[in-house]
């Protein structure tokens, strides 16, 4: 569990450093991020944060109309501290 939970830290600290590339690197954080709350959700299946982070997730592309991203990118870049925040509030736990 304790492996998992590094490569969980590992893919988070990968994908904030994307946000480097700004726009660019946006979609490439967004996937890593998913991915490491896919890990998260099967190694800690009872914390709520994680079903809010996913509810909010599946907001955002049932609204995107893919053509303007003008408030809507405000919810990506939120997410992105929301995961963190999650992650290391639950390493705190360990």
């Given at each position: ?17 994307f ?12 996937a890593?991020?998913?991915l ?10 009872k ?15 049932a ?6 991203m ?10 992105i ?6 992650i290391y509030?639950?390493?705190?736990k360990l």
């Amino acid at each position: 569990m304790k492996t998992i939970f590094k490569i969980i830290e590992i893919i988070n600290i990968a994908a904030l450093m994307f946000l480097i590339l700004a726009v660019y690197g946006l979609p490439i954080t967004g996937a890593l991020q998913v991915l490491a709350a896919i890990l998260f959700v099967l190694i800690f299946p009872k914390n709520k944060l994680i079903y809010i982070y996913f509810g909010f997730v599946i907001l955002f592309f049932a609204i995107w109309d893919r053509q303007s991203m003008d408030w809507l990118f405000a919810l990506p870049i939120a997410l992105i501290f929301f995961l963190t925040f999650i992650i290391y509030n639950q390493k705190a736990k360990l």
